[in-house]
């Protein structure tokens, strides 16, 4: 497995970078080579990906979230291998420092070409900054999901995330805060990415 690690610093605050990174649907306007992606449930999430002319679907588990600090995932199935964790760090009330991590299997020659001359280091890098560029530029997030999701809750079923209008992952908030909602942890520091 190879490994890529950025980070980058954002001019908007962390609750609002935050939200805009649960906006999975999003990804293709500041992802290079993301062409779709489609949220089936909270949990999971289907990639088409077209990079150096290979097309490639694969689908995706978030196996750890803790709103405001860290989003985990790792792929369940298709064409792509690969597990990774984006972190939210507050610099100041208007600041937030975004770092990623990733491990990833090169397919084929061409990359693993590409993975020896750092090409999805690069990649990544860019990704992040048009992230900052998306974000900083719209000043706010297009929607959020505040919801806590667990390693131990992985494979439980998540039920459909749209609903009419509303873009995915905005109304489970209501649902996860509402009655009958599983209980937050007395200290979410104990949960630790698994």
């Given amino acids: 497995m190879s490994k890529v690690k950025e980070s980058i610093d954002v001019d908007v605050p962390l609750h609002g970078v935050y939200n805009q990174w649960t906006q999975f649907e999003e990804f293709p306007r500041f992802m290079d080579g993301v062409e779709e992606v489609r949220q089936t449930d909270d949990r999971h999430c289907h990639w088409t990906t077209k990079v150096a002319g290979a097309r490639r679907e694969f689908d995706t588990e978030i196996v750890d979230q803790l709103p405001d600090q860290r989003i985990s995932w790792r792929t369940v199935g298709g064409d792509v291998r690969q597990m990774g964790v984006v972190t939210f760090q507050r610099l100041d009330d208007?600041?937030?420092?975004?770092?990623?991590?990733?491990?990833?299997?090169p397919q084929g020659?061409?990359?693993k070409a590409?993975?020896?001359l750092g090409v999805l280091d690069r990649q990544v890098k860019g990704d992040l900054s048009r992230f900052k560029g998306f974000i900083e530029e719209q000043g706010r997030a297009t929607g959020g999901w505040g919801g806590r999701l667990t390693p131990g809750d992985a494979g439980a079923p998540g039920g459909p995330a749209g609903r009419g209008d509303v873009p995915p992952r905005e109304q489970p908030q209501a649902r996860m805060t509402g009655e009958g909602a599983p209980p937050r942890p007395v200290d979410p520091d104990d949960m630790r990415h698994g």
């Fill in 94 to 105: 208007s600041r937030t420092r975004v770092s990623l991590a990733m491990e990833f299997e």
């Fill in 109 to 111: 020659m061409v990359e």
């Fill in 114 to 116: 590409g993975d020896m």
